[in-house]
């Protein structure tokens, strides 16, 4: 069974770790799957379809994952159907539950190549991209975009296009590619779409919470969080969840572990520092943990101020 037709099949909301650049890896997966009891989806960072296609290495280096992330999908970016199909069956031999296509990054360097936010309005490219990967691969397409150009006003045909060229599922960030991270997120037009498709179709954008999606996303069939989950991995857990300082400083032990254990000792540690300083953001009575945090350089250094930060008593 398809990951998504178990949520549908529990009849639970699908609650989504959203992909981000820079952030989304395996460590990071495996946190946010591990803390919120394994009752979400997790996306990975997008990466180049070209990029898996051509170079083994990469492929190995970021599709290698832990199988506690499940369940895991893989998101690519790139404009070249066959590219992505040849992308479509790495990840799948790796073991992922899914792929999905990138058709909202606004980056200027991504848009100029016809990727992300491109690939809207080059709707034929886009359509027979989903095309190739739902026709070839077992594991699902799904597509993650905005709510259109400079207007909202092409999504329902444009994601009714994607339902028939195969995609098992939409993700809409509510902002247009022009507005890029402007303004609030207009959630009305995904339910419009979500009316107008059978395909479940997920919310995103100015979700901080569990408690946050589940009141916004009325006939929608779940929601996706990005920047709020990196302040708060617990923020897909119901009931606005706060961990005790002990378990928050036992989930960044774990999550250098887990890093570690995914990339080399220097380069998990310089990784590691932006977590670290999200973990603490808002403890000022600790911002010298958090200093020292955001220069570690070894494992072991890490540890010791860990173990120093949980004697602290709050
Ligand atoms: C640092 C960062 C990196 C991102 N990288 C990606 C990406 O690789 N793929 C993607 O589809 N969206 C990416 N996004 C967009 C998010 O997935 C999400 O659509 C957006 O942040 C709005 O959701 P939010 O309000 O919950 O943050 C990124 C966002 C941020 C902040």
């Not at 960072?45 to 506690?68: M, W």
């Not at 799948?92 to 690939?119: H, R, T």
């Amino acid at each position: 069974m398809s990951w998504i037709d178990d949520f549908l099949k529990k009849q639970k909301p699908i609650v989504a770790l959203a992909p981000m650049d820079g952030y989304c890896d395996s460590a990071f997966r495996a946190i946010c799957q591990e803390v919120s009891g394994w009752n979400i989806v997790v996306f990975s960072e997008f990466y180049s379809a070209d990029g898996l296609h051509h170079n083994p290495l990469l492929a190995k280096r970021v599709l290698t994952h832990n199988p506690i992330e499940h369940p895991l999908v893989f998101q690519i970016f790139g404009n070249t159907p066959e590219i992505f199909l040849s992308a479509g069956k790495i990840i799948e031999s790796y073991g992922a539950q899914g792929v999905d296509i990138n058709m909202g990054c606004p980056a200027k360097k991504v848009v100029k190549c016809g990727y992300g936010s491109g690939l809207m309005v080059d709707r034929d490219r886009a359509m027979k991209i989903v095309n190739i990967l739902a026709e070839n691969l077992a594991i699902p397409v799904t597509v993650k975009t905005r709510l259109g150009w400079n207007g909202a006003e092409e999504l329902v045909e444009f994601g009714q296009a994607l339902e028939q060229a195969g995609a098992s599922l939409i993700t809409v960030h509510g902002r247009t590619y022009k507005q890029e991270y402007m303004g609030e997120a207009n959630w009305a037009p995904i339910k419009e779409l979500a009316k107008n498709v059978k395909i479940p179709v997920l919310g995103n954008g100015d979700c901080k919470s569990y408690e946050d999606g589940m009141q916004k996303m009325e006939n929608l069939a779940g929601f996706m969080i990005a920047r709020w989950s990196l302040w708060n991995p617990w923020c897909f857990l119901p009931d606005n969840y706060e961990p005790a300082w002990q378990e928050r400083i036992g989930v960044m032990e774990k999550h250098i572990e887990y890093m570690v254990s995914s990339k080399w000792e220097n380069r998990a540690c310089i990784e590691i520092r932006k977590h670290f300083t999200h973990y603490l953001h808002g403890f000022e009575w600790v911002r010298e943990f958090r200093k020292k945090l955001a220069t570690v350089t070894s494992v072991q250094e890490t540890a010791c101020i860990l173990e120093e930060l949980k004697t602290i008593s709050l």
